[in-house]
Nanobody, 117 residues
Framework: QVHLVESGGGLVQPGGSLRLSCTAS????????MGWYRQAPGKQRELVAA???????NYVDSVKGRFTISRDNAKNTVYLQMNSLNPDDTAVYYC???????????WGQGTQVTVSS
């Protein structure tokens, strides 16, 4: 059974930083493409950052230069380092895992990030 567990969310002031973690179980992690999505109230879920099994990386334009995605295959974990946070980054952040051999998608339960003074 596949489980993705996110952690690291919370309340932070504008300009602050957070690091999200997503630890996977039940999958052969190194052959999965991993991504971080977010959904703000009243908005559609959007892809924030993605890192393929081959370490190719993509970011949505709004976070380029501020967020960094990384993965540790030995720990079955993907990270999202978020710097220079602003109120527009407030959302529930979800971890996504997709195997390279199919169109399956697995999701974590989400972690709330709130940027407010």
């Amino acid at each position: 059974q596949v489980h993705l567990v996110e952690s690291g969310g919370g309340l932070v002031q504008p300009g602050g930083s957070l690091r999200l973690s997503c630890t996977a179980s039940g999958i052969f992690f190194r052959i999965f493409d991993m991504g971080w999505y977010r959904q703000a109230p009243g908005k559609q879920r959007e892809l924030v950052a993605a890192m393929t099994s081959g370490d190719s990386i993509n970011y949505v334009d709004s976070v380029k230069g501020r967020f960094t995605i990384s993965r540790d295959n030995a720990k079955n974990t993907v990270y999202l380092q978020m710097n220079s946070l602003n109120p527009d980054d407030t959302a529930v952040y979800y971890c996504n895992a997709s195997p390279i051999y199919s169109s399956l998608d697995y999701w974590g339960q989400g972690t709330q990030v709130t940027v407010s003074s």
